[in-house]
């Protein structure tokens, strides 16, 4: 499949399957985080696996859907701000380098023909109690993962992102580019 198709095959799965997702698929979605890149190869990241289904309940309290319950596994992405690169401005690229490393998950998970959302909106304090987390670690994505109930389809792209005319700006951000 090409990069591209890759790409649009990706959606936000939102009903998963109860099916088990294989220890190679997880390894192979695990690898391809870790390969990822990062500001100044600091990899400032930890990725919790979560199968168990009493830690599974304390994680689905910090991001309370039925949908999300539903997925067989949760990877949460965590950041480490002690690590990660600051520029001299002061910016942290911390969740930089993590968007990164969960887009590197939900497209490997793709090419499985897996589901993965990313979820940002949880309650970062509940999780953090949940696994136990150390201080100098943020929980940024939790990753609900499994094999989806149902495709979306490809087509949303047409309506559902803005037009290349609208974003893209060539030589400067004024001249618009011309209309293909
Ligand atoms: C940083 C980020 C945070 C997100 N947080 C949530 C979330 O908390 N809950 C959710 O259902 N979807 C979440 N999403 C998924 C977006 O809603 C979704 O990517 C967007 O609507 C486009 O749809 P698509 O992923 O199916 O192409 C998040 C996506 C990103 C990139």
């Not at 790409?7 to 998963?16: G, H, L, M, N, Q």
């Not at 959302?117 to 670690?137: E, M, Y």
């Amino acid at each position: 499949m090409s990069f591209l198709n890759l790409a649009k095959e990706r959606f936000s799965t939102r009903d998963f399957l109860t099916k088990p997702v294989e220890e190679d698929k997880l390894l192979e979605i695990l690898e391809a985080a870790r390969i990822s890149p990062s500001a100044v190869n600091r990899q400032p990241w930890h990725f919790v696996v979560v199968r168990d289904e009493n830690l599974k309940e304390k994680i689905v309290e910090a991001y309370p859907r039925d949908w999300f319950a539903k997925a067989p596994v949760f990877i949460v992405a965590c950041g480490d701000h002690t690590e990660s690169w600051k520029r001299d401005d002061g910016k942290d690229y911390c969740d930089i380098d993590i968007s990164i490393a969960v887009t590197h998950i939900m497209l490997a998970a793709t090419d499985l023909g897996l589901g993965t959302c990313f979820v940002g909106a949880f309650d970062v304090d509940k999780c953090r109690q949940a696994l136990k987390l150390p201080k100098h670690l943020e929980p940024i994505a939790l990753i609900p993962l499994g094999y989806p109930a149902k495709k979306d389809s490809t087509k949303r792209f047409n309506t559902r992102r803005k037009a290349l005319s609208e974003i893209v700006h060539y030589d400067g951000f004024d001249s618009n580019i011309k209309e293909q």
